[in-house]
C-alpha cells in the first residue's frame, strides 16, 4: 500500500490562498487506509483550512468530497462537478492521484495536500513502515522475503556491513539490521547456502535511471 | 496464616516466643481480631522492607538478622525453626497472554481486573467473561469460594438461556462505504470486528460492547453506533451555536462569556455531573453538555466543528485512566484530543480551548473545578478568534 501523510496547516494555506472556492478532494483507496487521505482526513483538513483563513481573514469557501480512487478516469468522473464548480483542487491523495487530476482537468490548478511516503505496510496501530523501493526488479527471492534494498540503510546485497551491533543498525540504532533478518529468515527456513553465492552489482536500469517508467501489455491493448 | 499458625502455637505452649517478620499484614475486615489477638498473645511483629530482607545464617543455630526502619538498630533472633509464609504472585508473563487474548484488562500487579468494584464484581467489561480467586487478586480461602459461587451464578445465567439478546446500543458497518482497512479490527477493545467473507469489515453485535471507538476511528466513515450516530453528533454541535450568537447559552450580557462545550461520557463524567447537581455544587453556566457513550466515540471532526462553529472552548471529559468502562476509550481520545490541539497549533489558535480531564463518576467536586478553571482559562483568552474575525466581515 502507498503511505502517505498530510502537509501541515500553514503549508496548505499557503499553496491555496489565492483561491476564493476550494475542493478538497479525498482517495478511498491506499491513503484512507494509511488514514492520510480519506473522508476523516478530509473533513478534517477542510475544516482546520476554514478556520486558518478567516483567522487570516481570506475568503475562503471549502466543498469536501471523497472518491473511491483518485488514479482512475472513472471514478475521477463522479467528481466532474465538483471539481468544475470550484476554483481549485486541493488533491488529498497520493502523487499519481494529484497528476491525474492534473491531466484530465486541464484548466483546473490542483494541488497536492499530502506527502507521499512510501510502499509499506501497517507495522502497529499508527506505525507505518516501508517494506519496498520499487525498484523494479525483485531479489526478495534471494533474502528469504526480506528486501536488503528497502530496509537496509546501505542497500547491500551482499551484507551484512561491519557496523552492525547485535541485531541493530549502525545508521539507525533504532532500526534493526535488515541483514541480521535476512539471516535468521534463511535460517528458519533452511535456505542459507543462498548466501553463500556472491551477488553482482544490481541493475538499476530498470528503477529510475531513464524517467517515469511504464508497463506495456501487448494482450491488453486495444 | 502466619498468625492463625503464630495463635495456636502459643496456645499450645504459652512460653514459645514467636516473632513474625512481615511487610505487609493482611488481615483486612473482621481478621484484624486476630492480629489483636496474637499480640494480646505475646506474638511480636517486626516490619521489614524488600530492600533490607532479613538474613538466616546457621553458624551458632539458627539466627534471623533484620533490620526494620521501626528499630534503630539491626536486631538478630536467635530460632528454633523458621518458617517461611508465601506471598501469592501471578503469572506475569501467562496472565498478559490471556488478558491479550481474551482482552481483559491487568493491574499493575499482573492481577485481572473487575468491570466495576461493587456493581460487577465477577464481571469483566467484556460481556461472558467472569473472574474469581487469585486471577482476580490474594485472598483467603472463604472469599474465593463465594467469589466461584458468584462467578458460576452468573456464567448461568448466559448458559442457561436459550438465545442471547444483544444490546440496541451497538455499531454496523455500511459494507457500500468499508474499504477494508481492517483498522475497526485493530482498535476494537472487545475483538468484535472481523474480516467477513467478502473481505469487509463486519461487527458481531453479540460481542459489541458499544463504544463507539471504531466509530470515530474509521477513516472511510462506513461505521455507525445505534442512537450515537454521526449524524446526531453533528446537528447538536451545530445547534449549539446556531445564529452565531449561541442562543443557546445563558448570559447574553454585553461582557465576554466564554461559550464552552462539553462532551462528557455517559459513566463517569455526565454522572459525576448529574451529581453535582444532585449535591448543589455549583459550576457557571458557560457549558453546555452532549453526553456520549464513551470519549472513545468522539471523532476528531467534533472538537473541530465545534470550534469552526463558535465554541470558545471545548471540554472533554472521560473516565479516569485505566478506569474507563470500554478498557480504553479514554485513551483513545486523548489521543484525538492530542492530535487537534496539534492542528490548532498550527492554525494559530490557542490550543488550550481544548482541554480533556479524567474524572469518576464520583468526582463532582473536581469535575465543577475543572469547568471553573476553564471557563476562567477561556475567559482570559478571550472569545474565540475564529467568531470575532466572522462578525468583522
Not at chain 2, 180 to 194: D, G, K, L, R, W
Request: proline share 4%; hydrophobic share 35%.
Amino acid at each position: 500500500m502507498i503511505v502517505a501523510q498530510r502537509k501541515n496547516i500553514p503549508d496548505l494555506l499557503a499553496i491555496i490562498k489565492s483561491h476564493k472556492k476550494l475542493l478538497v478532494l479525498g482517495c478511498g483507496t491506499c491513503v484512507t487506509v494509511c488514514l492520510a487521505g480519506g473522508q476523516r482526513e478530509v473533513s478534517i483538513i477542510a475544516s482546520a483550512l476554514r478556520m486558518s483563513a478567516k483567522l487570516k481573514g481570506l475568503p475562503l469557501e471549502v466543498e469536501e468530497l471523497t472518491i473511491e480512487r483518485q488514479c482512475d478516469n472513472v471514478f475521477l468522473e463522479q467528481a466532474a462537478d465538483a471539481i468544475k464548480r470550484n476554483d481549485a483542487v486541493l488533491s488529498l491523495g497520493c502523487g499519481a492521484g494529484v497528476q491525474a487530476i492534473a491531466e484530465r482537468y486541464t484548466d483546473k490548478p490542483v494541488y497536492a495536500g499530502l506527502d507521499t511516503a512510501f510502499i509499506g505496510i501497517l507495522e502497529e496501530r499508527g506505525v507505518w513502515t516501508e517494506k519496498c523501493a520499487a525498484c523494479g526488479a525483485c531479489v526478495l527471492h534471494e533474502y528469504g522475503g526480506i528486501c536488503p534494498v528497502t530496509r537496509c540503510a546501505k542497500h547491500m546485497l551482499n551484507g551484512p556491513c561491519s557496523g552492525s551491533r547485535e541485531d541493530r543498525c549502525e545508521v539507525n540504532p533504532e532500526r534493526q539490521c535488515a541483514w541480521q533478518l535476512i539471516y535468521k529468515r534463511l535460517k528458519d527456513i533452511g535456505q542459507l547456502d543462498r548466501l553463500k553465492k556472491i551477488k553482482p552489482p544490481k541493475n538499476w536500469n530498470r528503477s529510475q535511471s531513464g524517467g517515469y517508467r511504464s508497463i506495456i501489455r501487448e494482450d491488453h491493448r486495444v | 496464616m502466619a498468625i492463625k499458625n503464630a495463635i495456636e502455637i502459643k496456645k499450645r505452649d504459652p512460653n514459645a516466643n514467636i516473632y513474625v517478620l512481615y511487610r505487609d499484614v493482611r488481615t483486612y475486615g473482621f481478621r484484624e481480631t486476630y492480629f489483636k489477638e496474637a499480640r494480646e498473645a505475646g506474638v511480636v511483629f517486626i516490619r521489614y522492607t524488600p530492600e533490607a530482607a532479613p538474613v538466616v545464617s546457621q553458624n551458632n543455630g539458627l539466627v534471623v538478622t533484620v533490620n526494620s526502619p521501626d528499630l534503630p538498630e539491626p536486631i538478630s533472633i536467635e530460632a528454633d525453626n523458621v518458617v517461611l509464609s508465601t506471598g501469592v504472585e501471578t503469572d506475569r508473563e501467562n496472565n498478559k497472554r490471556i488478558s491479550d487474548m481474551l482482552k481483559v484488562p491487568l493491574n499493575a500487579d499482573g492481577f485481572y481486573v473487575e468491570a466495576h468494584m461493587k456493581l460487577r464484581p465477577v464481571d469483566f467489561t467484556t460481556e461472558g467473561i467472569f473472574l474469581c480467586g487469585l486471577a482476580h487478586s490474594p485472598k483467603f480461602i472463604d472469599e474465593n469460594i463465594s467469589q466461584a459461587r458468584a462467578a458460576a451464578a452468573r456464567a448461568a445465567t448466559v448458559l442457561s438461556k436459550t438465545q442471547l439478546d444483544v444490546s440496541a446500543q451497538v455499531s454496523y458497518v455500511d459494507q457500500q462505504k468499508c474499504i477494508s482497512c481492517m483498522t475497526c479490527v485493530n482498535s476494537c477493545p472487545y475483538s468484535a470486528p472481523f474480516c467477513n467473507k467478502d473481505g469487509k469489515g463486519q461487527i458481531e453485535a453479540a460481542k459489541c460492547m458499544g463504544c463507539g471507538i471504531c466509530v470515530s476511528e474509521c477513516p472511510a466513515r462506513a461505521i455507525q453506533l445505534h442512537h450515537f450516530e454521526t449524524d446526531q453528533f453533528n446537528v447538536m454541535i451545530k445547534q449549539l451555536f446556531a445564529g452565531g450568537n449561541g442562543e443557546m447559552f445563558a448570559g447574553t450580557s454585553s461582557n465576554f462569556e466564554p461559550k464552552i462545550l462539553a462532551f462528557c461520557c455517559h459513566y463517569c463524567a455526565y454522572s459525576s455531573a448529574d451529581l453535582a447537581g444532585s449535591m448543589r455544587i455549583q459550576y457557571p453556566p458557560n457549558v453546555r453538555i452532549i453526553r456520549t457513550p464513551c470519549t472513545g466515540r468522539l471523532e476528531t471532526e467534533y472538537f473541530m466543528k465545534a470550534l469552526e462553529n463558535g465554541a470558545d472552548g471545548v471540554l472533554v471529559a472521560g473516565c479516569l485512566e485505566g478506569g474507563c468502562h470500554f478498557v480504553e476509550g479514554n485513551l483513545c481520545a486523548k489521543r484525538r484530543v492530542n492530535y487537534t490541539r496539534e492542528i490548532l497549533e498550527e492554525i494559530g489558535i490557542e490550543k488550550d480551548r481544548l482541554r480533556m480531564v479524567n474524572v469518576s463518576a464520583a468526582m463532582a467536586r473536581p469535575l465543577a473545578d475543572t469547568i471553573i478553571d476553564m471557563v476562567e482559562t477561556v475567559r482570559k483568552l478571550g472569545p474565540s478568534p475564529i467568531k470575532q474575525n466572522s462578525s468583522l466581515k
